[in-house]
């Protein structure tokens, strides 16, 4: 390094001391670019929210825009909006989804695994990724076609082919059509995380119980599902959270309603802040929303995924 | 199937052959209703695109009819049709090379090393997730008008990033927790740095586990909505965008709302028949290692 002359032999040491770098700080460089993105993505957001929460924030009053109210916007949003409503239905609507897409997908992730063609295997598998593939605003038009009671096909069918009177849909069972249109479009993703982690399950384990005679159910109960509990866990919590999220398609298929009926909170939230131009109080409700949210999940985390999750 | 399989029962009725038979025709059956559920829809959806307008509602349905391309026709004369699809396949691509590339180290990280606050972090992680789009999105537009990057392609990649990053990271720590340590103890007593033992043990074992969250991440940016709605005018505007124009103020117009809706659903399958093929290499070669 020190003469000119060994440029040609400093270079690879060089090389060297930049790979010692690498290789002795890789859990740093493989954590930076995540929790950078992560700070943008969460801090800002975060705090605009909780500002705009605490501040006078109608759009129709500009005069007192941006004015501290203290709680005004809680008292606001639980005393005279939907919200306490449209927290009931949120919990119904999620819990309900929730039961019907994890049961759904494991059962088919359990069922396709077992499948002994190739070909079928296949085929299975790319049909039943499909119906994610639908945009929720997509779906919700189509649905409205398909579940029409004087024009949808799906009606049709029920009263011609079966013995049953095909309710209207949208305007009977409102908040059930919603919870199935959803578990028809997200059940695939359950069953795509399932499917993989039941993939993953070493042969060598399964064969062991089969040659020790345990019935199919006590190969789920011992084997499989013990070895998946981590995807298992991560899946649901996931789509829990995406449930309480659940906009475009509610948005676009019943507005909410009829009436109140379907008013999730995503939709009074965005009725709050965009129809009552009160960004004030929406920003409240988000807010009540995230704190629910986050308790919520951190009690699933602490009480059922601290063993063999977390180790 | 539990009672069947039972060895307990000392006299079979049926020989292992026809009950295994008997075991593949009642999977196939059920397989073959959930088939019929999810492929209905979407054959009404591709059936409708194909009908002319005036039929394309009518009922009882037409059934059996001529097939025409008139909607696709309709579709590809607007031009800002094929702009928005070019546009979503760009950013959607790469927000998903790039999410992976940021959340599968980290992901790996968090799954063997002490991270401090281990949970804490996750959990930090997975709040991104927790804030309600339509709360999320007003921050942004106000710093993406700041940063100039309102209605750019830089912004919504960004965008699509932020919507998956917890997911590929939590998914990606489940995947890598069910792969033994011991896999890279060996590669490592065999002379690999740490980073070798990653690119050439742990990210094949993975290998399932990334192809169904790149699957899900392209996905859940492709269908995104209000994103796209609030933060694009022109330059970054979407195929969702596009598909969400036909339901407007106007009357639907229902075949070229079918034959947009089955244009983005193509990308999609493509996607997911293209990666299927590893998905099933993957496996395989995962319980090669493990053996």
Known sequence: MSTPTQTTKSDPSVLVRLRDLWNDYLPYWFMAPMVLVMLLITIFPGAYDLYLSLVEYKLSEPGTMGQFNGLDNFRTAFTSGGAVNSFTLTIIFVSGALALETVLGFLLAALVTGVKSERMKTFYRVAFILPMAVAPVSLATITRIMLNSEIGVIPYMITQYTPFAAPNFLSDIPLLTVMLVDTWNWTPFMFIIFYAGMSSVPETLLEASRVDGAPLWRRYVHVIIPYMKPVLFVAILIRLIDLFRTFGLVFSLTSGGPGTQTELVSINIFQTGFTFVDLGAASAIAIVYLVGIIALCNILIIKIGFEGVWE | ?291
Do not use: C
């Open chain 2, 1 to 291: 199937m539990a009672t069947i399989d039972s060895p307990e029962k000392p006299e079979r009725l049926l020989s292992r052959t026809t009950r295994e038979r008997l075991v593949a025709a009642g999977r196939h059956a059920a397989l073959l209703v959930w088939s019929f559920v999810v492929l209905f829809p979407l054959y009404w959806i591709v059936s409708m695109s194909l009908k002319p307008p005036s039929e394309a509602i009518s009922l009882p349905p037409d059934w059996i009819f001529l097939p025409t391309v008139y909607n696709y026709v309709q579709l590809l004369q607007q031009s800002s049709f094929i702009t928005a699809f070019g546009n979503s396949v760009f950013m959607v691509s790469t927000s998903v090379v790039l999410v992976l590339l940021i959340g599968v180290p980290a992901a790996y990280v968090l799954s063997r090393y002490d991270v401090p606050k281990q949970r804490d972090v996750l959990v930090w992680i997975l709040s991104s997730r927790m804030l309600p789009p339509v709360a999320v999105v007003i921050p942004f537009f106000v710093i993406f008008r700041t940063l100039n990057l309102y209605d750019t392609r830089i912004g919504m990649i960004f965008m699509y990033i932020t919507i998956n990053i917890s997911v590929v990271i939590w998914v990606m720590k489940a995947f890598f927790d069910g792969i033994p340590e011991t896999l890279e103890e060996a590669a490592r007593v065999d002379g690999a740095t740490q980073f070798q033992a990653f690119r050439k043990v742990i990210l094949p074992a993975a290998k399932p586990g990334i192809f169904s969250v790149a699957i899900i991440s392209f996905i859940f940016a492709w269908i995104e909505l209000l994103f796209s709605l609030v933060l694009t005018n022109n330059n970054a505007v979407t195929v969702t965008m596009q598909v969400y124009q036909f339901i407007g103020v106007r009357q639907i117009e229902w075949g070229m709302l079918a034959a947009a809706t089955t244009a983005t659903i193509i990308p999609i399958a493509l996607f997911v028949i293209v990666v299927n093929k590893y998905l099933a290499a993957g496996l395989s070669f995962g319980v090669v290692v493990k053996e």
